[in-house]
């Protein structure tokens, strides 16, 4: 199947990071808009979190209202897809944020997979508009503890793990039953 070029990006547009960025964030927009969940937007991605999901679901006994902060990521490089995940070296910081067992709302570290070139991440026609992306994603919480001095480490996000309208009610679902793991250090 040949995939035809969108359209182009003119010179001085916004830097392709920027733009997929923007994307991450619409992508997870779009998904939750469509299974009734918010989403949090922050001014500043220093805390390892992009946005939050949240839900005004009740799920007694657990927990009313629960959120999920969420880490995003977008490549079009056929280099981090391997046979059965998708592998991202994260630093260690970021990978130390997202694993805290402390954190008041679960993280998930999310990558939104698209075609290299930006012409062909998106198509509009009388069908309607395909986004010709995956996101995948894997909970923060799962990450085997950094080695010491240990200056990033490569996550391998499931193929399995695609980020749906029914798998992020999962999430969130399962995000409700959330306990952070207090440190008994004096």
Known sequence: MTVTLSHQIPDGSLP???MKEDLSISYVHMLASSCGLTVG????DYDGRDT???SSVDYSPYMYGPKIDI???CSGQTAIQRQDTIAW???SRTYDLLSKLNRSSPALFCVLVVPP???HWLKLDR???LARSFMYWQWGHVFPPLKK???NQTVHLPKGNILTPKSMLELMEEASRWQPVVSQTP
């Open 16 to 18: 392709v990071s920027a």
């Open 41 to 44: 937007t922050w001014s500043q």
């Open 52 to 54: 939050t999901l949240a």
């Open 71 to 73: 880490q995003l990521k």
């Open 89 to 91: 070296a994260l630093e």
């Open 117 to 119: 070139e930006v012409g």
């Open 127 to 129: 069908e309607g508009l």
């Open 149 to 151: 001095g240990q200056e």
